[in-house]
């Protein structure tokens, strides 16, 4: 259609099935039928915005040129008429929660407190968002409770009147032991979304990685970030790329080009993602807004089975055939502009794997419980690392997230044999109060850790080692061997 023809409403509406969806964004009418089944938030979204103007569900969750970059031209339809396109009243889902008084940052001395006081401000599809976990929460549990399974075991009569929280992580010295994780739509809790969380890295000098679906570009957040440490004459921070690896090899290539292109210092693959896990408050939340919508013919869209060998699988917004094979590409490509990390190691084995295949640091995660329920805890599988590939301790840096509230835990990882740990989900709800509450979470986690080396009696971050920690409880949930890798042959797909 020529864009000096006004589409009209009328013929925008028409358009509202899987047969044939139009959506309307910032006054311009898109054809998305053909990327229906491609949308990384599932089908049902988008047909449920179907001939009606989805700007504002649109702009909070995607960063600025999305649909304009990633559908092609034929599908770009041209300028709608705004006087003819009815915005949807957008419905409603709320939850039983005093929301009269905003708790103020000064008031939480601890990372559970800023999560309550974010609940109290922050959408409920941020709050599902966030909050969700895979089927029964037992891998969200699991990375909670185990933290309580090892025990410290302080030194006393040692001059601790000065500490050192300095950390060495791939190559680089940064002033704490922790990043800042990657975790997607920051601008669904505050209109600057990942930058907020770029400029509180930039100012502590640690290390940030923002997701592939950050809402804020890539580019704009290296240069938010540049700017920070310009301004503050300080370039000890750096940004991280987290990479999922696409269905589509070209956009996979445009990714770690765009990573390259702006200068970020490390690849971080995640590896635990080939389906997205069920995750039932989204669902449930999904399922809530279409009923409160009066758009019942949704429901019956949520993930539909794979009808073909080359189709997409179940829950497939990434690719489904990432495998060893496919890290020299990802290499090749990316350049030797850092090093490359593996996201999402779950068990020793896959450790000593990714080790063999030369990779720079692993990454211990169960995707905060998102993905694989009943997986173990990072902390689990550092504990399983240790007994049954002991080497590898000291030869490759390791890093592990999972429910990381205090600065407790993190010297426990530190104790274990982990180079730093990472968090998520606080800096989301932190992000809530902007740059401010992101500080705060980095101040919060500083003073704890300060304050328990002393109480350790340990001045560097150095001299922590597993005589600290007392890990016998969690040690007898760990497998007696690894006998089954021999005794059950590698499973080999069926080509």
């Given amino acids: 259609m020529s864009d000096s023809k006004l589409i009209h409403g009328l013929e925008v509406a028409k358009h509202a099935s899987r047969s044939s969806c139009w959506v309307v964004v910032n006054g311009h009418a898109y054809d998305v039928t053909d990327y229906l089944d491609k949308h990384p938030g599932g089908s049902q979204i988008l047909l449920q915005y179907g001939g009606k103007d989805a700007t504002s569900i649109y702009e909070p969750n995607h960063p600025k040129g999305t649909i304009e970059k990633g559908l092609p031209k034929d599908k770009h339809l041209g300028p709608v008429d705004p006087a003819t396109v009815a915005t949807p009243q957008k419905p409603q889902v709320t939850r039983d929660l005093d929301k009269t008084a905003r708790i103020p940052l000064s008031h939480c001395v601890n990372l559970d407190d800023i999560e309550k006081a974010a609940e109290r401000i922050i959408s409920h599809s941020a709050w599902v968002y966030f909050r969700s976990a895979a089927d029964d929460l037992r891998s969200l549990a699991n990375n909670r409770d185990d933290w309580k399974k090892v025990s410290l075991r302080p030194r006393i009569l040692r001059n601790v009147r000065r500490v050192n929280m300095h950390r060495t992580m791939l190559g680089r010295k940064y002033k704490l032991p922790f990043f800042i994780a990657p975790a997607a739509r920051a601008r669904l809790v505050h209109e600057d979304g990942e930058l907020c969380i770029a400029r509180g890295a930039a100012r502590a000098g640690i290390p940030y990685c923002p997701s592939t679906y950050s809402t804020v570009p890539h580019d704009e957040l290296a240069r938010g970030h540049a700017a920070t440490t310009a301004q503050l004459h300080d370039d000890t921070s750096t940004l991280w790329f987290q990479l999922y690896v696409a269905h589509e090899k070209p956009r996979t290539l445009e990714l770690i080009k765009i990573a390259r292109d702006n200068g970020y210092k490390a690849l ?228």
């Fill in 268 to 495: 971080v693959i995640t590896v635990d993602s080939p389906v997205v896990g069920k995750r039932e408050d989204d669902e449930r939340y999904r399922a809530e807004l279409a009923t409160a919508s009066g758009d019942t013919s949704v429901l019956t869209e949520w993930y539909r089975p794979q009808t073909s060998d080359d189709g997409p699988p179940l829950r497939g917004h990434h690719s489904s055939t990432l495998d060893w094979d496919d890290l020299p590409w990802i290499r090749e490509a990316w350049a030797g502009a850092g090093p490359v990390v593996l996201k999402g190691i779950q068990c020793a084995e896959d450790a000593a794997l990714a080790y063999d295949h030369g990779v720079d640091a692993i990454y211990l995660s169960n995707h905060g419980g998102r993905q694989c329920d009943d997986a173990p805890s990072s902390l689990r599988t550092l504990l399983e690392i240790r007994r049954f590939y002991p080497h590898l301790i000291g030869k490759i840096e390791i890093f592990l997230d999972g429910w990381v509230r205090r600065g407790t835990d993190i010297i426990k990882a530190l104790c274990l044999g982990a180079t730093a740990v990472s968090m998520g989900r606080p800096f989301m709800y932190a992000t809530a109060y902007g740059d401010e509450g992101v500080m705060k979470v980095i101040q919060l986690l500083s003073e704890e850790i300060e304050t328990t080396m002393r109480n350790m009696g340990v001045t560097s971050l150095d001299q922590l080692n597993p005589s600290y920690v007392n890990t016998k409880i969690l040690e007898r949930e760990l497998p007696d061997d690894l006998r089954f890798e021999a005794e059950w042959p590698t499973f080999k797909p069926k080509l």
